[in-house]
């Protein structure tokens, strides 16, 4: 695309359109100019668009209809469960009740908002095995840093002090190192086995006095079940450590195994993964942190608690960590995964994580036809799959990633985890059924296939994109974040 092009399509402005009408004066203007002091008043921007109504209207729905989501097609984003969305829980969350509460609305009228969070705890509690639960923390790495203030906490409360080191295996979601050092902690890596577990024996090693934590996620981030998860508690638990449990993946056990019966200590979920709402752009994440009983006192303040029928904000918490999130976390998050728990209910719950792992073994089964997968046995949510057969052609996983844009597909996550080299990490969730997992096969062979006959096409791609590939380092350096005159982000 040319800059001319773009100019064309983004450089809408004519002089003296207007997208508004705005009444006749009906003040004096010096009044005006009396009532506004003057260093409130902004200048006119220099070269600022001036467009009609519908042009305006047009310009953003066409970029619109450029972008992918989650309800234009498959989102195959690994360790991310990008996956519908039902609307009806858009609607539950728009409700005048919810949407149009303020969050310093007194107790009183608020009511329904903290039942429906007294549940949700309720809830959460019950499938995890965890029963104390704050619904503070606004995203995944939220929770997980909360819920390691908690294990700092109860270390100091318990002992009298914190300890000093985490440990973590290769194999964990990338957040977790950042949280433990947020904390005050050092950080040890666990090499995994050959299978892509945790090695109990490489923590059994590593475990001393001096480590307040293991962190691991589970499954972990390369598809696999830590199925000595218990041996590995129990080592822990053995030298005064706690069990923190990264829970991004709980789509694989949801309703299936209960973290508590693990030995977890505490762990984060993620509701806009697990429990269907929406990420990011979509609408504000939400992590809640789930801990045992012993966690209680250190839990966020304040927390929804239930007096006789009625519901109030427990602020009286001397051993708590403190407030993490203002007001008491991203609401409409809240309902949603409310919405969706009780729509499903227990049954529907473990048919979910079910159907998570049924596709995964789909996708892992019918891919390693054409590409390598470098750990070929039973996985949960997820598949890893590796450039390494498309490499003798010159061909990386970028270039297949890129190459599935022009099928259709948003392309997956890709070089992570980083204990496989050219690492593609396949997610395809529950919601998708088999005719969409089956055109995702056909497209990634077809990928394989161009990549023996003709390699350059896909070092191209995406060709029938508006724009083919950026400059990746500039946009990471020098990214424009918001509009200029005269300079296009098309």
């Known amino acids: ?70 309800d234009t097609g498959m989102y195959p984003l690994g360790s991310c469960t990008m996956k519908y969305n039902p609307k009806i829980n858009e609607t539950a969350a728009r409700l005048g009740g919810f949407g149009g509460l303020h969050p310093l609305a007194p107790e009183s009228a608020v009511q329904g908002a903290l039942k429906v969070m007294y549940a949700l705890q309720e809830m959460l509690g019950e499938t995890t095995g965890l029963p104390s639960v704050t619904l503070q923390p606004a995203a995944g790495a939220h929770g997980e840093l909360t819920g390691m203030m908690m294990v700092r906490k109860r270390l100091e409360d318990r002992d009298g002090k914190p300890r ?138 304040p927390i929804v608690v239930k007096a006789g029928d009625r519901f109030r904000l427990d602020f009286d918490r001397p051993k708590s960590i403190g407030r993490v999130k203002a007001f008491h976390g991203n609401f409409g998050m809240i309902v949603r995964a409310y919405a969706y728990i009780r729509a499903l209910g227990p049954d529907g719950l473990r048919d979910t994580a079910e159907n998570a792992v049924l596709n995964a073994n789909y996708a892992r089964v019918r891919l390693r036809e054409r590409y390598d997968v470098p750990y070929d046995r039973i996985n949960m949510h997820e598949v890893i799959l590796s450039d390494h057969r498309q490499n003798a052609n010159g061909v990386t996983t970028l270039d297949i990633a890129k190459r599935l844009i022009d099928y259709g597909f948003h392309p997956p996550t890709i070089y992570f985890p980083l204990v496989v080299h050219g690492a593609i990490m396949v997610e395809p969730t529950e919601s998708e059924g088999v005719d969409e997992l089956d055109r995702f096969v056909d497209a990634m062979f077809a990928i394989a296939d161009e990549a023996e006959r003709d390699p350059d096409l896909l070092k191209r791609a995406p060709v029938t994109t508006r724009r083919s590939r950026f400059d990746e380092a500039a946009a990471a350096r020098k990214p424009i974040l918001r509009w200029k005159p005269g300079i296009s982000a098309a």
Not at 25 to 50: H, K, N, W
Request: proline share 6%; charged share 20%; glycine share 10%.
């Open 1 to 70: 695309m040319t800059d001319e092009r773009d100019r064309l399509i983004f450089e809408k402005t004519h002089e003296g359109r207007r997208g508004y009408s705005i009444p006749a004066q009906d003040v004096p203007s010096t009044t005006v100019e009396r009532s506004v002091p003057a260093d409130l008043v902004r200048d006119e921007i220099a070269g600022f668009p001036e467009v009609s109504e519908n042009n305006l209207v047009r310009h953003y729905t066409r970029l619109s209809t450029w972008n992918y989501g989650v």
């Open 164 to 301: 000093s080191l985490v440990l973590i295996p290769d194999s964990a979601h990338g957040t977790n190192p950042s949280s433990a050092h947020l904390c005050g902690y050092d950080v040890r890596e666990i090499r995994s086995g050959t299978a892509g577990n945790l090695s109990t024996d490489a923590l059994a090693e590593a475990m001393t006095e001096d480590v307040a934590a293991l962190m691991l996620t589970n499954p972990n981030t390369l598809g696999m079940f830590e199925d000595e998860i218990v041996k590995a508690a129990a080592i822990v638990h053995a030298r005064g450590g706690l069990v923190y449990c990264d829970g991004a993946n709980m789509n694989a056990l949801i309703g299936k195994a209960r973290p508590g019966d693990f030995g977890v200590d505490v762990m984060h979920l993620n509701l806009h993964k697990t429990f269907s709402t929406p990420h990011g752009g979509g609408g504000p994440g939400s992590g809640p942190v789930v801990a045992t009983r012993e966690m209680y006192p250190h839990l966020p303040a």
